[in-house]
């Protein structure tokens, strides 16, 4: 488990700070209590009693929307390539329109009918098990990479610290699973209080302390933009002229996508009232800024002269090689704990989809809210199991792929999810076929460029590259239309009496 070279100092302090969450991961039970029966109802164990206020809702939304993987990825990403990886800037400003403007008639949708998910919501509209059902898979579905990726931007901090092997891995995944079983979503939304305080303190650190370690913004600007004209290809300080459409197509995207995922919609339905829900629209904008300084640390690690055999190690080398073991070993924790959160909304966004849209309809339509609180606490358990055993058997690039698909992929539940809540043109039929070749298209797409985010169409001679979700999301719209035209037949003519 041991490579020799653990660096006792920060293991010590990431170790305080995660037995420091993991307390109050088991108390958090008691916390924010609805009903007597706390654990006794999917609602209180799967939305928290659908009792979190502006605050609550602002860290929980935060931390399972800006994960540990965000944190690692997004500077690994700035260090391969440059101003791409900035593209998580303008995803992050675009979603939260779209969340004023969408989450707070969801919410009024779910509220008013008692759903707990967004598949419960799709059915209520359309009364179509089918369409329900597809809904349902491809959430689960594209979650559970998602999960996996967690373990890796966990995986990736505790190598830092000297450990190797399986086994601290598995031991930190255990103690969550068996927190979040106990206390529901109040736990990752108390720790998140942690986790996200944690994050603000070292990244505004690491923004004022790492220039002046390296000479200023300007000697971090000037080695990068060195670094990257050595690299050459589409890598760059700014954008290539090639870049800007699938850079602008791929924030869209993303950001239309992002809160079709179960786990952020957990954190809507969890919410008090749709009131909460705009004042968060306004204010998460807060943490993209913390984003791209986040993001910073790409470009200042080639200031520190940093050479990494793997692009993820680049924000825990950064540390390891510029801060005292005691604040790497806090940073370290930070992201690990980055990884706690967003893990646990993931499982239980997934757990209550499996409950709600397979076990309830398909195997017990009698069970009881107590039946379904305890199927979806056994479910949480297996989902985490089955992430773990995805990062441990199957190689690191394999989970990121998955996850690319699953964004794919969870885009086109979009039109049957949103639509309905603005207009009842489209039926059941139209948005499930939609669906269907959505999935499809966007799949072979993906696969067809070797499991990359973007595709290249040529037009007229013409060549333009696009996100691929947002391609298949194009067609999905258009067969939805196509079909519900033909379904509802011709538009009869008035004749003018003679």
Same mark, same amino acid.
């Given at each position: ?170 031991? +930190?995944?255990? =103690? *969550? ?6 206390? &529901?979503?109040? !736990?990752? #939304?108390?720790?998140?209080? %942690? $986790? ?89 904008? +807060?943490?993209? =800024? *913390? ?6 640390? &790409?470009?200042? !690690?080639? #200031?520190?002269?940093?050479? %990494? $055999? ?93 996850? *690319? ?94």
């Amino acid at each position: 488990m041991m490579d020799g070279h653990i660096n006792w100092t920060a293991l010590s302090v990431f170790i305080f700070f995660f037995a420091l969450v993991t307390v109050m991961g088991f108390l958090a039970s008691r916390w924010q209590s609805g009903k007597a029966n706390k654990g006794a109802h999917l609602d209180e164990w799967g939305l928290g009693g659908r009792n979190f206020g502006t605050w609550i809702t602002w860290f929980l939304v935060g931390g399972d929307f800006y994960t540990a993987y965000t944190v690692i990825a997004v500077p690994a990403l700035v260090y391969a390539v440059g101003a791409y990886g900035f593209f998580a800037l303008p995803y992050t400003i675009l979603v939260y329109p779209i969340v004023f403007l969408v989450m707070p008639k969801l919410w009024h949708a779910a509220q008013k009918a008692g759903h707990v998910t967004a598949a419960d919501v799709v059915y209520g509209r359309y009364s179509s098990r089918p369409l329900e059902f597809a809904i349902a898979i491809t959430g689960v579905v594209a979650t559970m990479p998602y999960i996996a990726l967690q373990l890796v931007g966990m995986e990736v901090v505790i190598k830092a610290l000297g450990l190797t092997g399986e086994l601290p891995l598995a031991a +930190a995944f255990v =103690i *969550l699973a068996l927190y979040t079983y106990s206390a &529901g979503l109040r !736990a990752p #939304a108390l720790i998140a209080f %942690v $986790k996200d305080l944690m994050i603000y303190i070292v990244v505004i650190v690491a923004v004022v302390l790492v220039p002046m370690k390296l000479g200023g913004y300007g000697v971090v600007f000037a080695k990068a933009g060195e670094a990257f004209a050595a690299k050459g290809g589409n890598t760059g300080l700014t954008l290539k002229d090639a870049q800007i459409l699938p850079f602008a197509t791929l924030a869209l995207g993303s950001a239309m996508a992002a809160f079709m995922y179960p786990h952020t919609l957990t954190g809507i339905f969890a919410a008090r009232s749709a009131d909460t829900i705009r004042k968060n629209a306004v204010f998460l904008p +807060a943490y993209t =800024i *913390l984003l791209g300084l986040i993001a910073l640390l &790409g470009f200042m !690690a080639y #200031a520190a002269n940093l050479t %990494v $055999k793997n692009n993820n190690d680049v924000v825990p080398a950064l540390f390891n090689a510029l801060f005292p073991s005691w604040f790497s070993g806090f940073a370290f924790a930070a992201i690990a704990i980055g990884a706690l959160v967003p893990a646990a909304v993931m499982s239980i966004g997934a757990a209550n989809l499996f409950t709600r849209n397979f076990w309830k309809p398909y195997v017990n339509p009698a069970v009881t809210p107590a039946g379904e609180a305890k199927v979806a606490k056994l479910v949480s358990l297996v989902v985490k199991i089955g992430a773990l055993v995805f990062i441990l058997f199957l190689p690191t690039k394999f989970a990121l792929d998955l996850q *690319l698909l699953g964004g794919v992929w969870i885009l086109q539940t979009f039109p049957s999810v949103v639509f309905g809540l603005f207009f009842g043109w489209f039926g059941a039929r139209a948005l499930l076929s939609g669906w269907a070749v959505g999935i499809v298209a966007g799949s072979w797409l993906a696969f067809s460029d070797g499991i990359k985010p973007i595709h290249t169409l040529v037009i007229g001679g013409d060549s333009y590259t696009a996100y691929t979700g947002l391609l298949a999301l194009l067609l999905n719209i258009a067969v939805a239309v196509l079909v519900q035209l033909v379904a509802a037949g011709p538009v009869p003519v008035r004749r003018k009496p003679a």
